[in-house]
């Protein structure tokens, strides 16, 4: 360890101990070392072993000197190289967690294959595995199987992991089957601004769920026997109230209508697990959803979600900001069409392959192969729409090519109060981006990247949007406290840098 090193842990030995109330002879004891060790260790001048470190980190009770988990995780980005090689899309976190909610409404045992390792998925596993649901990765793999309870115990849900996910929403639709009166915690995830949940409860109300909103909760009652008695009729085509209104007509034995549906990826996932636990659906991928349920689900079944469209526009913006030529393998097309169209019409040209079938038999995916070139700004501004347009979250990658296009492009995300503001932190990596209003943004291209040191915007696409432009910028970058990229994309600093990028996570100590 250096010296600067070992008198940064000294210092914050010392002040934990001292916030423990404990004497250096105290912490001597308790380490089975002598007084004139801890002085030489809160001064730094003593080496430390990793095993002498956890143990002060567990009697100290100190989250600074624990190891492994300890702080926030940070970004060290060494930039300005080139990418190359092949990269494989994972399996998207939105189809991940409106899978995992829909476990809940099988007796059965669920297996998903192939469910990316992120942040946002543990945190919904371990709402699961705290209100009584087995689950567990199988060994060597990233399969997860699932097993619920008789009856789950919702009084011990774990709080503090569901507020920080906006999924908990989800679970109202299984629920309302199984309880006739129950609460669930706010939901969080990205600062986005205000993402309303009204949709959710219109569409519900028709299953008898009523909510109200108190002091943290959201607490509901379902008066039994209520069902549909006529075409639900989504005031918004919105992804979770769509998986919401399906999951709940799922154990409806008569027949929902389900109108104004969103048919986007994540959507088609779950009808497509729905119909493999014996639900019939119609209308998959259109937006009208005629769902057969079933009173009781009880069966043993196994579901791979298809690829995240959201990564596979991550990796080809990290292609045209590098200007590199990359393989994105198991892109699924389908979802990716407009955006293609529209870097076409900025000047981007790429190469696909013949599509070949995700596994879950269903979603089309394709390799694309990138290719460098100059591009321009489209006359037209960019934004987004329900599927099918351009995805949502796929906007603020565009933010991100537009700034190496050159020329003047207007980005309008209409649909976020926050996100159009978080795009403005490219300035710090050299963007000339210009904030009209909360949505709007104008994007001045080319642009030099240059290094900075960045807090990561409190939203998973601004961050790994920053984190992209950083790979761009000679000299070395940081982005501090990555909590939020880590919600969506699996080890993504590793997986960049088997394609030649110098990624490194560190911690404070
Ligand atoms: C777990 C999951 O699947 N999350 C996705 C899902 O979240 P989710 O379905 O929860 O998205 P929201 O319901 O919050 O919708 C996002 C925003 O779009 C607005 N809105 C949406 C649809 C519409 O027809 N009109 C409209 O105004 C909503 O009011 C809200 O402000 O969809 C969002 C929009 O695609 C994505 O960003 C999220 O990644
Ligand atoms: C906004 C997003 O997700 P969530 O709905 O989980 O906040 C996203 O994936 O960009």
């Known amino acids: 360890m250096t010296e600067d090193y070992l ?15 404990m004497t250096q002879n105290e912490l001597a004891d308790l380490l089975g070392t002598s007084q ?14 990793l095993e002498m470190l956890s143990r002060i980190g567990q009697n100290l009770d100190s989250q600074f000197v624990a190891l492994g988990t300890s702080g926030p995780q940070h970004l060290r980005i060494e ?6 090689g092949s990269i494989d899309v994972k399996t998207s976190k939105n189809a991940a967690v409106a899978l995992l909610c829909a476990s809940l409404l099988n007796k059965g045992r669920t297996t998903l294959r192939n469910i990316a390792r992120i942040e946002e998925v543990n945190r919904i596993l371990e709402v699961l595995s705290s209100i009584g649901v087995k689950t567990r990765w199988l060994p060597d793999s990233s399969d997860l199987e ?10 011990a849900l774990d709080e503090a992991a569901a507020r920080r996910t906006r999924t908990i929403i989800m679970f109202f639709g299984p629920l309302l089957h199984e309880f006739t009166d129950f609460e669930l915690p706010y939901a969080g995830g990205c600062d986005l601004g205000s993402r309303t949940i009204e949709p959710h409860m219109t569409a519900l109300r028709h299953f008898g769920l009523d909510v109200e909103a108190t002091q943290g909760a959201y607490k509901a009652q379902v008066t039994p026997g209520v069902s549909p008695a006529r075409a639900i009729v989504l005031t918004e085509r919105g992804d979770t109230v769509t998986e919401n209104a399906l999951m709940a007509a799922a154990r409806h034995e008569g027949e929902t209508v389900i ?3 969103s048919p986007n990826y994540m959507v088609q996932d779950l009808c497509f697990y729905l119909q493999k636990l014996g639900v019939e659906i119609d209308g998959i991928g259109t937006t009208t959803l005629t769902v057969r349920g079933r009173a009781e689900i009880d069966v043993d079944v196994e579901y791979s979600p298809s690829e995240d469209p959201i990564e596979a526009m991550s990796l080809l913006a990290a292609a045209v900001v590098t ?4 393989t994105i393998r198991r892109v699924p097309i389908e979802f990716l069409e407009i955006e293609l169209a529209l870097l076409s019409e900025m000047g981007m040209k790429y190469e696909l392959t ?22 321009k700004a489209p006359i037209d501004k960019i934004h987004p729409m329900p599927f099918p347009g351009l995805n949502i979250d796929n906007l603020p990658f565009f933010a991100l090519i537009a700034a190496c296009a050159e ?10 109060e926050n996100r159009a503001i978080y795009l403005t932190e490219l300035t710090k990596v050299g963007a000339k981006v210009q904030l009209l209003d909360p949505h709007r943004v104008l994007i001045d291209g080319p642009t030099r990247w240059r290094a900075a040191e960045v807090i990561c915007p409190p939203a998973l696409r601004p961050g790994v949007v920053i984190l992209i432009a950083m790979l761009a910028a000679p000299g070395v970058s940081v982005l501090r406290n990555v909590y939020v990229i880590n919600r969506g994309y699996e080890d993504l600093a590793n997986r960049l840098n088997e394609l030649g990028a110098k990624v490194e996570t560190f911690r404070d100590i």
């Open 354 to 375: 013949e599509e070949y079938c995700s596994d879950n038999g269903e979603t089309r995916l394709v390799d694309l192969t990138t290719k460098p070139g100059p591009l």
């Open 407 to 416: 020329g003047r492009t207007m980005i309008h995300d209409w649909v976020y």
């Open 259 to 261: 109108r104004n549906a």
């Open 323 to 326: 200007e590199s030529e990359i």
């Open 7 to 21: 008198a940064r842990i000294g210092t914050l030995i010392r002040e934990a101990r001292r916030h423990q109330g």
């Open 36 to 49: 004139s060790a801890v002085v030489r260790i809160e001064q730094g001048k003593q080496n430390l072993s």
């Open 146 to 155: 699932i097993i619920p309870p008789a009856r789950l115990d919702l009084e």
């Open 79 to 84: 930039g300005g190289t080139k990418l190359h």
